[in-house]
């Protein structure tokens, strides 16, 4: 009885699940691994690319990012974004953020992690911030690894910008960063999304899926223009806002927006998360 006791007195749930902990588990699966592999090849599958075709040219007397991907490593890094934003990078959110509880779940190891006891806050709490950190992760791989590739083939000088003009090497590293930035804070609809579905269901690729494809589903309504001033309110409207970080004289308006709005969905479906999964009846 007093050993029990002890162990009671002892119980923090704060100390449950550490994020150290989860941080190790997730590293080592197998879809982490090929993810961040998938991430770091993408450069070199645009570098070989560029040396089979010959450089990128502009077409109609229009000169845009991708015409100066071979100017220097900085445009290869910009070009790798620009690329990627779009769809490649919202798969390892959507993947991260949408397995990690239904994972769980689909194990038959999610109710032995509340009986612990992890209290279901505190367990959510752990895999979001993982996932989220592990998003971060890969978004700053790619370009990081395009920056170095890019740099090895192209050599290091300025961020050529399309419309005339240029970037010196430090100031461009400091606009990547914020593109980097924004691209993360415009993906955590996609985290939100996967995440309130991960609580929801039994199955991963459920989760991923479900994600992706309304993330898809954004993307195809913003390209309709008949809707006017009401794709303002889509997250995807607002996803290559960052394209005005590289600008000699950037433009903020749209990222502050684009900004607001992610971070406005991405707080009702986290919540949305939180509450559906404390009333739950966990059986897995």
């Known amino acids: 009885m007093s050993t029990l006791t002890e162990v009671a007195s002892g119980y923090r749930a704060g100390r449950t699940l550490p994020l150290r902990v989860e941080l190790a588990r997730q590293l080592k699966r197998r879809r982490t691994l090929v993810m961040g592999a998938v991430l770091a090849l993408l450069p070199f599958v645009l570098l070989i690319a560029f040396a089979v075709g010959g450089d990128p040219a502009g077409r109609n007397n229009q000169v845009t ?5 071979t100017a220097s490593g900085a445009n290869f890094a910009a070009v790798n974004l620009f690329v990627s934003a779009g769809f490649l990078l919202v798969i390892p959110v959507a993947l991260f953020c949408g397995d990690t509880v239904a994972s769980e779940a689909s194990w038959s190891s999610l109710r032995y992690l509340l ?12 895999k979001l911030v993982v996932a989220l950190g592990l998003s971060l992760a890969a978004m700053v791989l790619l370009p990081l690894v395009a920056l170095a590739a890019g740099t090895a083939a192209y050599g290091w000088g300025p961020l050529e910008i399309p419309t005339g003009g240029a970037l010196d090497t430090g100031t461009a590293a400091q606009r990547l960063l914020v593109a980097v930035a924004y691209i993360f804070v415009s993906q955590l609809v ?5 995440f309130w579905l991960s609580t929801k269901t039994d199955a991963p690729l459920g989760a991923v899926g479900g994600a992706v494809g309304l993330t898809i589903v954004g993307n195809v309504l913003d390209a309709v223009t ?3 001033h009401w794709r303002d309110f889509l997250p995807a409207h607002w996803q ?4 005005d970080a590289v600008q000699p004289r950037p433009e903020w308006s749209g990222m502050i927006q684009g900004t607001a709005l992610s971070l406005t969905y991405a707080l009702v479906l986290f919540a949305l998360a939180f509450r559906g999964f404390s009333r739950k009846d966990v059986v897995s």
């Open 190 to 194: 996609t985290a939100g999304l996967a």
């Open 115 to 126: 009986a612990a006891p992890v209290p279901r806050a505190r367990l959510l709490w752990s």
């Open 240 to 243: 290559f806002a960052w394209a």
């Open 226 to 228: 008949a809707l006017g």
């Open 65 to 69: 990012l991708m015409d100066t991907a």
